[in-house]
């Protein structure tokens, strides 16, 4: 188990984020949860808690895109005194359309709810992580930042920039021994899918990338997946 240990999860109030709060914290995890819907936060904060485990939730209500908040919620980390263990930057969003027919507005917001949140949170915390020189980041990427495809638009923009936050993170913090993980899932399984039309066998659950994601995380200490790539089996949906 992993009893003392910390876990910081954005857009983790529904979805994937909602998910791998559950997964870390039957995992022994203290959970320090970020999200901008406080009433479906405070739902999953309660439910865990009814578990009964000895490890702790808080959360915090904070939209990311927006650069004072991110660095608010980085401060508010700061101030419970605790290591940081694993950071898993998750909170994003998905607006379809293309770059010459996207509404006005839509590459700003792409850009600060999937890169800028990101951004900061983890600048804020770093310090604290390089003086202990330990630390996990998963950053959430996405297929769109491999490759491109129809009306992903500003969408894929973002995610391709935040896979060059990853690259640049990684050989940044080499000599802090602190990991980065950049995770690619394809389709995932959330409620975005419930109306598509898409038949369900196509979809990937999201067990299979939360899974992923923690069996990166207990690895050695000399060890690190540096991208995690998981794909429908029988390809991307586009």
Not at 13 to 40: I, P
């Amino acid at each position: 188990m992993n009893e003392g240990k910390n876990v910081v999860i954005t857009g983790a109030s529904k979805g994937m984020g909602k998910n791998l709060a559950e997964k870390f914290f039957e995992a022994g995890y203290n959970l320090l949860l970020c999200a901008r819907n406080e009433t479906q936060l405070k739902t999953l904060a309660s439910e865990l808690k009814l578990k009964g485990s000895s490890n702790s939730v808080s959360y915090y209500i904070a939209d990311l895109s927006d650069k004072k908040q991110a660095r608010e919620f980085g401060d508010w980390i700061l101030k419970q005194n605790v290591s940081i263990d694993i950071l898993i930057n998750n909170a994003g969003q998905f607006l379809p359309g293309s770059i010459f027919n996207e509404k006005d507005g839509v590459f700003e917001q792409m850009l600060g709810i999937n890169l800028s949140g990101a951004y900061h949170l983890t600048r804020v915390l770093l310090p604290k992580m390089m003086a202990e020189r330990a630390g996990h980041i998963f950053n959430i990427c996405s297929i769109a930042a491999l490759n491109a495809y129809p009306n992903g638009g500003s969408y894929s923009i973002s995610k391709f920039a935040l896979m060059g936050f990853s690259k640049n993170l990684r050989e940044e913090l080499k000599p802090y021994n602190i990991k980065v993980t950049a995770v690619y899932p394809g389709a995932v399984y959330t409620s975005s899918w419930e109306d598509s039309g898409v038949e369900r066998n196509r979809i990937m659950e999201t067990s299979d990338i939360i899974d992923m994601i923690y069996a990166a995380s207990c690895l050695s200490p000399q060890a690190c997946v540096e991208e995690i790539v998981v794909r429908p089996q029988k390809g991307d949906i586009l």
